[in-house]
């Protein structure tokens, strides 16, 4: 076994900003406290990413473009979300429109020319309409109304602008309320339409017009500036000089909440939380303490702080984030603490693995992310021992190790400030991922016992319905296509902007199939893209979650593919195409066993054709096809 190494103090910004790679100065990053950095610190920082940014991409990593735009000054945001980013192992590029012209640019191209991921729109009240805000204690109830109305009107007219304009997620700052109103913090609320009222009233507005777009998310300022400090968002001076509505020191808070906003729009979530058990999830040590020794529960300072952090985890599964167990530890004791103490939010069966054992932690890791089907760098893993967290990095740098702070207290408080399991929305399957492993342990189970793999997919009893993607499918096809590597056939990350494109097109076909069992629904598992080229008809992609492989469905799939194939007379060939990669080796030969020639082979992409009279179904007779019309 490894020794554990010594954890060393982190590098300094200046040291970091002499790296000669992005890939060593994005891990040196990863090191740093970035709420302690100065704005001298980011600016050095943002520096040296820019200078290292025209190297060869030697850890191929996902690229971000964001546009910056609003009614103040933002240039200073830009360095600021570029650090963060590369922190998080993304690299960022930025385009800042003309002070106050968030309109113009969407409407004369400037900001479609840049082709962003993510464009930003903040607006300042004082600045949009400065004299109702300076005057609000002088407007009658129906003059404060109609500013309200007006300020949400005018940005419904620029979302609509944008989204008819920009294939870009567009993220909305809503209002943060001012520290103290005009009319005091008495007098106010017991105002006619108060100005508290106002502050409510735009953000529940802005909140319930853009609930059900999926391109469009609110950015919460005033939650942010509460958490921050008001009174420390806005610097007088700097505002009356430059129009800068968010003081410097308030720009590391935005930047870091926009890391977040990032990781949701492009489906980068980490799949699955790791934690140690001994002074992690519980306080003490089961093995010299005991089930009944160990802290967790009312009635103590620190059992309570353990149960605070058990019932944090338990939102994070309920948000689809699979949870996991890596200790050195003896796996009766575990079992006994988790069948002792009933009052744990978390229960064995909470865990989608469990490795107990006294071998080294890496090596637990390893096997966890291959009970799952989950790459390494779908993994967080937390432990209370800053030596363990530091071989980790050492050994498996995929992972994203996170050590603990000394004080339970604090543990929630560490696992909030994580951006690494921001989603965009919370869907049905994710809400049933726990359960779904848990089904997936049973099929192995019958699998192990079941000598005959015909006799065995037969017993499944497995039922495939495929549909057509509809507006409520959207987010879940995105999510397939964001997250899915080893059943897929080109590996294209296709946006949410783009698969609208896609599902509203005639010349496009977005299908979604979901799968049921004798076990379980398994959701929505598969997905593929048909696109008409001339005379023929091409898999575009096609993509099958890691959970429902190994029974047939994508044949099955294809099967039906074929089917429509044939049903379309315009249609005299069918096309398919392989990107080879290193996470979709599953993939490699699909198309030769499906029946497909291989047409052209060149830089590693192989083209496929079918002609009518070579069209042949795969037998999978034990799965059963529906076809949602």
């Avoid at 700052?173 to 508290?196: Q, R």
């Avoid at 054992?357 to 637990?364: D, M, R």
């Avoid at 059943?487 to 799968?515: C, K, M, Q, W």
Wanted: glycine residues 6%.
């Amino acid at each position: 076994m490894p020794s554990l190494p010594t954890p060393t103090s982190p590098p300094s910004p200046k040291s970091i900003a002499a790296a000669e790679s992005l890939p060593e100065l994005r891990r040196s990053l990863a090191d740093l406290d970035l709420d302690r950095l100065s704005a001298a610190d980011y600016a050095l920082l943002a520096g040296a990413l820019r200078r290292l940014a025209s190297q060869p991409a030697l850890e191929p990593g996902p690229r971000i473009k964001i546009a910056y735009l609003g009614n103040f000054t933002l240039d200073l945001l830009p360095p600021y979300f570029e650090v963060r980013a590369a922190a998080a192992g993304l690299q960022a590029e930025s385009y800042s429109a003309p002070f106050g012209q968030y309109f113009q640019a969407v409407l004369d191209g400037s900001v479609a020319a840049f082709e962003p991921d993510l464009v930003f729109l903040a607006l300042s009240l004082r600045l949009l309409h400065p004299e109702p805000i300076a005057r609000w204690g002088s407007l009658s109830e129906a003059e404060r109304r109609a500013f309200r109305e007006e300020v949400s009107g005018h940005l419904a007219e620029w979302v609509e602008a944008a989204s008819g304009r920009l294939g870009a997620t567009l993220v909305l700052a809503n209002f943060a309320s001012p520290l103290l109103p005009a009319a005091g913090a008495v007098a106010d609320l017991k105002s006619p339409y108060s100005e508290s009222e106002l502050y409510l009233d735009l953000n529940a507005d802005l909140l319930r017009r853009v609930k059900g777009n999926p391109r469009v998310q609110v950015f919460d300022v005033e939650r942010l500036a509460a958490a921050f400090g008001k009174e420390r968002v806005l610097d007088r001076r700097l505002f009356y000089m430059a129009k800068m509505e968010w003081s410097p020191a308030f720009l590391p808070a935005v930047a870091g909440e926009l890391v977040r906003h990032l990781i949701a729009a492009r489906g980068l979530a980490r799949k699955c939380l790791v934690l140690d058990l001994d002074n992690t999830l519980w306080g003490g040590v089961v093995g010299e303490e005991g089930a009944a020794g160990v802290k967790i529960g009312t009635g103590d300072p620190e059992g309570e702080a353990y149960l605070d952090f058990q019932y944090r985890l338990k939102g994070l599964q309920d948000r689809g984030i699979l949870l996991a167990i890596c200790s050195r530890n003896n796996p009766a004791d575990v079992e006994e603490v988790f069948a002792a103490r009933k009052e744990m939010p978390l229960q064995l069966s909470d865990f989608a693995a469990v490795e107990a054992s006294w071998e080294p932690k890496h090596e637990g890791l390893r096997r966890i992310a291959q009970a799952l089907d989950l790459g390494l760098d779908s993994l967080v893993f937390v432990d209370d021992n800053p030596a363990e967290i530091a071989l980790i990095r050492q050994l498996l740098p995929e992972v994203l190790a996170v050590d603990l702070p000394p004080d339970p207290a604090d543990y929630a408080a560490r696992l909030d400030r994580l951006p690494w399991f921001e989603k965009a929305a919370i869907l049905p399957e994710d809400r049933r991922k726990t359960a779904q492993y848990s089904e997936n342990r049973a099929r192995r189970e019958l699998a192990a016992t079941t000598g005959d793999l015909t006799a065995y997919l037969t017993s499944l009893e497995t039922v495939i319905r495929l549909r057509q993607a509809g507006a409520n499918d959207l987010q879940r096809a995105h999510q397939l296509f964001t997250k899915t590597n080893q059943f897929n056939l080109t590996t294209i990350r296709y946006s949410l902007p783009d698969l609208e494109r896609f599902a509203a097109s005639p010349d496009h076909h977005l299908g979604l199939v979901a799968a049921r069992d004798r076990f379980g629904d398994l959701g929505t598992i598969a997905a593929f893209l048909l696109r008409r080229e001339g005379a023929a008809l091409a898999i575009d992609s096609l993509l099958l979650s890691c959970r429902a492989l190994g029974r047939g469905v994508e044949s099955a799939v294809v099967n039906a593919i074929k089917e429509r194939f044939l049903a379309d007379p315009r249609s005299t060939e069918l096309h398919g195409r392989f990107v080879p990669t290193a996470r979709n080796r599953p993939a490699e030969g699909f198309y030769e066993r499906e029946g497909f020639r291989l047409v052209t082979q060149e830089a590693g992409e192989s083209l496929y054709a079918l002609t009518r009279q070579e069209v042949r179904p795969t037998p999978c007779p034990w799965i059963a096809v529906e076809i949602e019309e």
